[in-house]
């Protein structure tokens, strides 16, 4: 069986044939359906659930866009479109990519295995067994990154950041919202303006956090119970 099942839908048929080849050459993917009418797609995904829908974004009577927000439930979604001026939208719809065509093998490739490690991510967590991964959109798309990369995520404002040993990640979200729904993974505040994984704490004083790597952080009054109780 397919780890990842898709539906793809785009009034262009070249279009429609260029995914269902690259599907092909992608392990563990099944193409359920490709639709050049997209209201006969939306009758078909009234019914059918796929893992994920690949959508054009501009086609005639519904567009992609339309059609995503009329389905009873949320599949995963990537657009591949031609149209650039809709990946706002397409962001506040939690679109696992945007991609804007014409887009080559390499590209789709990896826009699928993003797919199939948020599906794995989420079934994960609906299973309540851990991962050692997480996933998050930031910069318009779903990002994958392993817990034991990231150091520390700091409250900015409506957003926060995520700083991994790599790089960081602006993410548009709220800390209270990150720890509700990483707490699972070991995740601990330890300040209004910072949480951190437990596992990277090497030690803590009356106003400090001090990190494997050396690195510091405030500890908040009202957190020090909690992080002396999480850590015992």
Not at 30 to 54: C, G, R
Not at 126 to 149: A, C, G, H, R
Not at 221 to 229: A, D, E, I, L, Q
């Amino acid at each position: 069986m397919a780890n990842l099942t898709i539906v793809s839908v785009d009034d262009e048929y070249p279009a429609l044939q260029l995914v269902k080849q690259y599907c092909n050459d992608i392990e563990d993917v099944e193409i359920m359906e490709s639709f050049q009418n997209p209201v006969h797609a939306l009758e078909y995904l009234k019914t059918n659930k796929p893992d994920l829908v690949i959508l054009d974004i501009n086609m005639p009577l519904i567009n992609g866009i339309e059609l995503l927000e009329s389905l009873p439930y949320k599949p995963l979604c990537i657009f591949m479109t031609l149209e650039t001026q809709h990946a706002v939208k397409a962001f506040e719809l939690d679109v696992v990519h945007y991609l804007v065509k014409p887009v080559d093998f390499e590209t789709f490739k990896k826009a699928i295995n993003k797919a199939k490690d948020f599906l794995q991510f989420k079934k994960s967590t609906e299973n309540k067994t851990q991962e050692d991964f997480i996933m998050f959109k930031s910069n318009y798309v779903i990002n994958k990154v392993f817990l034991k990369d990231i150091l520390w995520v700091e409250g900015f404002g409506e957003y926060i950041i995520l700083v991994t040993a790599f790089k960081k990640y602006m993410i548009l979200d709220r800390m209270s919202n990150f720890e509700e729904k990483f707490q699972d993974f070991g995740f601990i505040r330890i300040h209004k303006s910072y949480i951190v994984l437990s596992s990277h704490i090497n030690s803590y004083d009356t106003s400090s956090v001090y990190l494997e790597g050396g690195e510091k952080l405030p500890l908040g009054r009202t957190y020090k119970s909690s992080v002396k109780s999480y850590l015992n």
